[in-house]
C-alpha cells in the first residue's frame, strides 16, 4: 500500500454509514505463507508479511463506540466511549449494566459531534480525576473535567463538569476529540479545523485560533490554560504516543484525495506544523496548485494513501504490548470507510534525519467500521467497530 497523506472528514462517514443494516462484515486476514524467518535467539520481531493478524472479540453490546481506553489504575478494566454521551466499562468481557459516565444531558450528538474523548489522569486511582471532551448543546467544544469519588467503582458518583476549555465550533464538522496525557505530563487535545471544507477560515494555519492545532495543558495549574504545540492539522482522528520512544503520531484525515499519518520525534514536537491547508498530504492544496511557501517550513507525512485505498483514517497506536511480541514496533491503524486495518513500521527517529516507513501493508479486512484504536495498561491494542458496537483485541502470531 503506498505511502501518503490525510483527506476526508472522519465522522462525515459515519453520517452517511449508520444507515446501514445487517449484521458486521466478519473480520478476516489475508492468506499468508508459512513462515520460515524466525528471528535468532529467540521470539522477536517479524517482518509484517509473516504475521498472520486477527481480531478477536473482547466486548459487544455498544452503541456507536468512538474509543476504548484505560484508568491507568491497575484494575484491568476497559472503558469504552459511545458518541451519544455515555461512558461504559468492561471486566473480562462483562459489560456494566449502567454507565460509569453519563452526560447525554451535555452533548449535542450525531455525524461528527457527540462525546469523542476521554483521558484519565495519571494519578486517578488516588484522585478519581479524569477529563472528558465534547460538543455541548450549541455545537462548541468542552474539555472538562469530572471526580469520581471512589476511583474503583464502575459506576461511581461523579462531580463537574468543572469545565477547563471551551472552543466555539464554526460548522458541525471537524471536531478533532480526542485527549491523552503525554509523557510529560500534560493533557493534549486533538483539535481540527473547525469544519466545512478546504478550512475556509484559515483556522489551521492562523496562530491565534486554536483550530486546527494540537493542544497541550498543564491540568494540574491553579488556572489551566491551553498552548499551541503543532499546527497545520485538519481534523486529527486520532493522535497517540508512543510508550517507548515518547514519540507523537497523527493520523489526519484529509479532504478530497490524501489521508495522512505524522511521526513527530520526541523532543522536535513544540512548533511542528503539518501544512494543513496549504497541503493535503505532500500535495499542494487545492490540487494541482503550485506549492505556496516553502515545503521545508512543514513536517510531511511519514505515510499517505489516496481515496482509491480508503477516505477516512483512524489513528492507532505503535504496538508495545508483551502478548505478540512479534508484532513490536509496528502502528496500527485502519481506514473507516473500507474496514480495513493496516500496520507499518518505520526507521528509528533520530535529529538528523525523519522517519521514513520500512514496511507497510493492510493485515485485516472487513473490520466493519473502525472508529477509534485504543490501549489497554500493558500495551495491549484494541479497535471498535462503530456498526457492530464491538470492542476486538488485535493478535498477530
Known sequence: MPVARACAAILLAIVALTGCTGSPVPATVPPQTERTDEPPGGVGPLPLERLEFALVPVAEGFTRPVLVTHAGDGSGRLFVVEQD??????RNGTVSRDPFLDVRRLVTAG???????????????????????????RGDTVVARFVAADPESDTPV??????????????????????????????????GDGGSGGDPQGHAQDQASLLGKMLMMNVTASSPKPKIAVSGVRNPWRFSFDRKTGDLWIA?????????????????????????NLFEGSQPYPEGRAAKGDIDAFVMPVAEYGHDEGRSI??????????????????????FETGWVAALRTTET???????????????????????????????VYLCDYRSGTVWAISAR
Do not use: C, K
Not at 454521551?85 to 468492561?90: F, H, Q, S
Not at 465550533?169 to 483539535?191: D, K, R, S, T, V
Open 158 to 191: 461523579t462531580s463537574g463538569p468543572d469545565i477547563l476549555l471551551r472552543v466555539e465550533q464554526p460548522y458541525a464538522n471537524h471536531n478533532g476529540g480526542h485527549l491523552a496525557f503525554g509523557p510529560e505530563g500534560y493533557l493534549w487535545i486533538g483539535m
Open 85 to 90: 454521551g455515555l461512558v461504559r466499562v468492561t
Open 252 to 276: 489526519d484525515v484529509g479532504q478530497n484525495a490524501r489521508e495522512e499519518i505524522n511521526v513527530l520525534p520526541a523532543g522536535r514536537i513544540a512548533g511542528a506544523n503539518l501544512g494543513w
Open 314 to 335: 483512524t489513528g492507532g497506536y505503535v504496538y508495545r504490548g508483551s502478548r505478540y511480541p512479534r508484532m513490536a514496533g509496528a502502528y496500527l491503524y485502519a481506514d
Open 111 to 137: 455525524g461528527e459531534r457527540g462525546l469523542l474523548g476521554l483521558a484519565f489522569a495519571p494519578d486517578f486511582r488516588s484522585s478519581g480525576r479524569f477529563y472528558v471532551n465534547y460538543t455541548d448543546t
Open 350 to 380: 533520530s535529529a538528523a534525519e525523519p522517519p521514513s516507513v520500512t514496511e507497510q501493508r493492510i493485515v485485516v479486512t472487513g473490520a466493519g467500521l473502525p472508529s477509534s484504536f485504543g490501549e489497554d495498561e500493558e500495551g495491549e
